[in-house]
């Protein structure tokens, strides 16, 4: 009988989708997918097609990150912080321009060359793998990256080593209970897209955080970034329709036509969770 990842009771398929098994726990209510064999989302996250895609978003993200700068200095003013899954780095820019020490860490050599070529500090791995000191960082921020991990307990675990006490995890994760979920179903986004391997809501989220240590935890919805319509173009394409078949490569073809649509700008709704969780 197959058990669950976070609390060992028993689990049963919930959904099946591109040929990949989605189980879900009735006791924690995690839902993750059991086999990471197939997870290929390190492929395209090095890709430099990704990161120059990337890129072309990054005042909407500049906008996006203000915010999240705004909200730490609510809760302290940090010396050392530590984003996880850092990409190019325009978060760790805006820390830098705030004057705190910023540390990268991201799995992308396309992405690790860019960030270090603009003066920022960042190191190419898997967080598990490199050497920090304990209770080095004051903040810890994962955007958008707890549902690609394949050990999410056990990186959670190395982070809760590496804060300080009184520090901050950061952490946004596309949220399962949204209306969005709630409405597409199997359809939904963060289901579609084969890198998740975890799918959240505010009690496996709460859940997972107070196994490794955690104990003053706020989860909320979040309203999310600006998008713009050539990246929401892309993501549907990417995660509903066979890139493969006559029609869509024909339609794909006008792709980069989709750039003169790049003023038109619209905010997520409620599709994330975020959660700052005190050492």
């Not at 978003?57 to 010396?79: G, H, N, W």
């Not at 860019?114 to 967080?127: E, R």
């Not at 958008?144 to 952490?171: M, V």
């Not at 240590?213 to 549907?236: A, D, M, Y």
């Amino acid at each position: 009988m197959l058990t669950c990842y976070l609390c060992q009771h028993p689990v049963q398929t919930y959904l099946r989708i591109k040929d990949k098994d989605i189980i879900r726990c009735n006791n924690c209510k995690l839902t993750y997918t059991p086999d990471s064999t197939p997870y290929d989302g390190r492929i395209r996250e090095d890709s430099e097609k990704f990161v120059n895609e990337y890129l072309k978003e990054s005042a909407l993200y500049e906008e996006y990150f203000c915010t999240i700068t705004e909200t730490i200095r609510k809760y302290k003013k940090p010396q050392s912080l530590l984003d996880i899954g850092c990409g190019v780095g325009i978060f760790l820019q805006k820390v830098k321009e705030a004057g705190w020490n910023g540390v990268g860490v991201d799995i992308s050599k396309t992405a690790v060359g860019y960030a270090t070529s603009h003066g920022l500090n960042v190191q190419l791995g898997k967080i598990e793998d490199l050497e920090f000191k304990p209770k080095s960082f004051d903040v810890i921020t994962l955007f958008q990256t707890i549902e690609h991990l394949e050990g999410p307990l056990n990186t959670l675990s190395k982070l809760y080593s590496l804060l300080r006490k009184g520090g901050l995890l950061i952490l946004t994760t596309p949220s399962e209970e949204s209306l969005m979920a709630r409405v597409l179903g199997k359809l939904w986004f963060g289901y579609r897209n084969t890198e998740h391997l975890y799918f959240y809501n505010k009690q496996s989220l709460a859940t997972m955080q107070k196994k490794v240590g955690f104990k003053e935890i706020t989860i909320q919805s979040e309203h999310g970034r600006k998008l713009s319509v050539p990246w929401v173009l892309t993501r549907i394409f990417e995660y509903y329709y066979n890139q493969e078949s006559f029609p869509i490569s024909l339609v794909l073809k006008s792709k980069p036509y989709w750039n003169y649509l790049n003023w038109m700008t619209f905010r997520e709704p409620d599709v994330n969770l975020i959660s700052i969780a005190v050492k």
